[in-house]
């Protein structure tokens, strides 16, 4: 029998979904100081109004939703639905600054964006890029910072409350990093915002040497850094990083890139003083192994189509697209036409491998994540020794992951069923594109750039594609960085609220 939800379930869920946007809604006034500073009225006006709005729905759920202090712990359950409703009305928070400065067609060409942004995707239908007030664009690159740290680790970085860890584990977040969930969301914040500082300089000072201004260079180096770091994909000119015709800013970016795509665990291992991880980690040694072979694939793939007559280009080219697709960020140095029209089908198909694998687990990427894919080869391995010996041998796997530990069946079945859901939304994805008219390729490539958070396009993603791939890509991009578990744990708390008894 399905029980039907009760009174005091929403308001559990309410409360802390209200304490979120309330977190968020702090945000908003970074791009308002900027539109305040540079004369920007009108995007002063628009996030303005955002900030009362957010401020507003986040003060209504948490006086709607009260309950005595005793009551307030979060249940797994609660704590799902909670992160999963929260990043639905942050979709919609979000868009609303965008929408009322008329750089998007509609309201949902503007959800469409601050989805991508806050799931680090990088997909865009916005117009305009070029000219956008510096406050508007501020908020595309600072919405993916938000979404790679987390929404809930804004709550989490000042609260510790009961029940907190289920909030945790909606975002798709798996370790503790500390012993504390509070301790954790801050070092998360530590780590981000130490490299923001290192990594804008750097960007900006190379920026510089190609001819920017100071101050462009600076805000441009900040938007990037925060992009790549967060491995989003947006950039403040419409051509990306194609803009800068700058092997110096690809280099930096890709350093950017990496970092962003390693888990925030092996940033503290590092940190703290283990730096013998770096070899010893399965995770980075695959994930390493996994760019050496597929970038192999892309050099052959574009030499074999005589892609590119200087072999610097050629290196630089493949490496730059491989590491963006393969870290999820999105980065280009080609049109989106060009991927088309010059790269072969055999590479653009390891292109779109690159990016249904992912990063690592932890980290800001999406996708199924390589140490998944790692898991089930060593799983697989096991099964061929214990066929390969007497009924009576013990095949015991270990592998080393922070510290040595044996691969049990339990995680290994849990590997495997979201490697298959990740697979069944690329297809999703894909058939949705086809029934619109797209090419099977092109469908599938857009698919899984939206689900896996990477944000590469053939060229599909545009303002004019029809509303239903917009809404496609939305539900991808949202159930892709949420790794699905929290949206089907709000599926079944609507589906127990409509037929419990």
């Given at each position: 029998?399905?029980?039907?939800?009760?009174?005091?379930?929403?308001?559990?869920?309410?409360?802390?979904?209200?304490?979120?946007?309330?977190?968020?809604?702090?945000?908003?006034?970074?791009?308002?100081?900027?539109?305040?500073?540079?004369?920007?009225?009108?995007?002063?006006?628009?996030?303005?109004?955002?900030?009362?709005?957010?401020?507003?729905?986040?003060?209504?759920?948490?006086?709607?939703?009260?309950?005595?202090?005793?009551?307030?712990?979060?249940?797994?359950?609660?704590?799902?639905?909670?992160?999963?409703?929260?990043?639905?009305?942050?979709?919609?928070?979000?868009?609303?600054?965008?929408?009322?400065?008329?750089?998007?067609?509609?309201?949902?060409?503007?959800?469409?964006?601050?989805?991508?942004?806050?799931?680090?995707?990088?997909?865009?239908?916005?117009?305009?890029?070029?000219?956008?007030?510096?406050?508007?664009?501020?908020?595309?690159?600072?919405?993916?910072?938000?979404?790679?740290?987390?929404?809930?680790?804004?709550v989490l970085s000042f609260i510790s409350s009961g029940g907190s860890y289920s909030l945790y584990l909606g975002e798709a977040r798996e370790d503790r990093i500390l012993p504390n969930l509070l301790q954790t969301s801050r070092f998360i914040w530590v780590v981000s915002f130490v490299y923001l500082v290192l990594?804008?300089?750097?960007?900006?000072?190379?920026?510089?040497?190609?001819?920017?201004?100071?101050?462009?260079?600076?805000?441009?180096?900040?938007?990037?850094?925060?992009?790549?770091?967060?491995?989003?994909?947006?950039?403040?000119?419409?051509?990306?990083?194609?803009?800068?015709?700058?092997?110096?800013?690809?280099?930096?970016?890709?350093?950017?890139?990496?970092?962003?795509?390693?888990?925030?665990?092996?940033?503290?291992?590092?940190?703290?003083?283990?730096?013998?991880?770096?070899?010893?980690?399965?995770?980075?040694?695959?994930?390493?192994?996994?760019?050496?072979?597929?970038?192999?694939?892309?050099?052959?793939?574009?030499?074999?189509?005589?892609?590119?007559?200087?072999?610097?280009?050629?290196?630089?080219?493949?490496?730059?697209?491989?590491?963006?697709?393969?870290?999820?960020?999105?980065?280009?140095?080609?049109?989106?036409?060009?991927?088309?029209?010059?790269?072969?089908?055999?590479?653009?198909?390891?292109?779109?491998?690159?990016?249904?694998?992912?990063?690592?687990?932890?980290?800001?990427?999406?996708?199924?994540?390589?140490?998944?894919?790692?898991?089930?080869?060593?799983?697989?391995?096991?099964?061929?020794?214990?066929?390969?010996?007497?009924?009576?041998?013990?095949?015991?796997?270990?592998?080393?992951?922070?510290?040595?530990?044996?691969?049990?069946?339990?995680?290994?079945?849990?590997?495997?069923?979201?490697?298959?859901?990740?697979?069944?939304?690329?297809?999703?994805?894909?058939?949705?594109?086809?029934m619109c008219g797209y090419p099977v390729l092109d469908s599938l490539f857009e698919s899984v750039s939206a689900s896996a958070n990477v944000g590469l396009s053939m060229g599909i993603t545009s303002p004019s594609m029809p509303t239903l791939l917009k809404i496609t890509y939305i539900f991808q991009m949202w159930i892709g960085r949420l790794e699905f578990i929290s949206?089907?744990?709000?599926?079944?708390?609507?589906?127990?609220?409509?037929?419990?008894?």
């Open positions: 029998m399905i029980f039907r939800p009760q009174a005091k379930d929403f308001k559990l869920i309410g409360f802390y979904s209200g304490q979120i946007i309330l977190g968020l809604s702090i945000w908003f006034l970074i791009p308002a100081i900027v539109a305040f500073f540079a004369n920007e009225r009108n995007c002063l006006l628009d996030f303005g109004i955002s900030f009362v709005a957010a401020v507003g729905l986040g003060l209504l759920l948490i006086l709607l939703c009260s309950l005595p202090r005793r009551d307030l712990t979060l249940s797994w359950m609660h704590g799902m639905v909670a992160v999963a409703l929260s990043w639905i009305i942050a979709m919609l928070c979000g868009a609303l600054p965008m929408w009322l400065s008329g750089y998007w067609n509609s309201f949902l060409d503007a959800c469409f964006d601050s989805m991508s942004g806050f799931a680090t995707t990088g997909l865009t239908i916005a117009n305009n890029i070029d000219h956008m007030p510096y406050s508007l664009n501020l908020w595309r690159h600072l919405i993916m910072f938000i979404g790679g740290q987390g929404i809930v680790i804004i990594g804008s300089l750097a960007l900006a000072s190379a920026m510089k040497i190609e001819g920017l201004p100071w101050i462009d260079a600076l805000f441009q180096g900040v938007c990037i850094f925060m992009a790549g770091f967060d491995t989003g994909g947006f950039a403040p000119q419409s051509q990306n990083l194609l803009y800068y015709h700058s092997a110096l800013i690809e280099l930096i970016a890709m350093v950017i890139m990496f970092l962003g795509a390693i888990s925030f665990s092996l940033h503290y291992v590092v940190w703290s003083g283990r730096r013998k991880e770096l070899i010893k980690d399965i995770e980075l040694q695959s994930f390493v192994l996994s760019i050496l072979i597929l970038f192999a694939c892309v050099l052959f793939g574009l030499l074999r189509n005589h892609t590119y007559d200087s072999a610097i280009l050629l290196f630089r080219k493949g490496l730059f697209h491989l590491i963006s697709a393969h870290t999820g960020t999105g980065f280009t140095t080609l049109y989106s036409s060009q991927f088309g029209n010059l790269w072969h089908p055999f590479t653009i198909l390891i292109i779109i491998i690159a990016m249904g694998i992912g990063g690592s687990i932890g980290s800001t990427t999406g996708a199924i994540k390589i140490m998944r894919l790692s898991l089930v080869f060593k799983s697989f391995r096991s099964e061929i020794k214990r066929l390969m010996f007497s009924d009576s041998t013990v095949v015991v796997e270990r592998l080393h992951h922070f510290k040595e530990m044996t691969l049990e069946d339990s995680y290994v079945k849990n590997v495997l069923m979201i490697t298959f859901a990740f697979i069944c939304l690329y297809l999703f994805g894909t058939l949705a594109g086809v949206v089907f744990v709000l599926v079944g708390f609507i589906v127990s609220w409509l037929k419990g008894k």
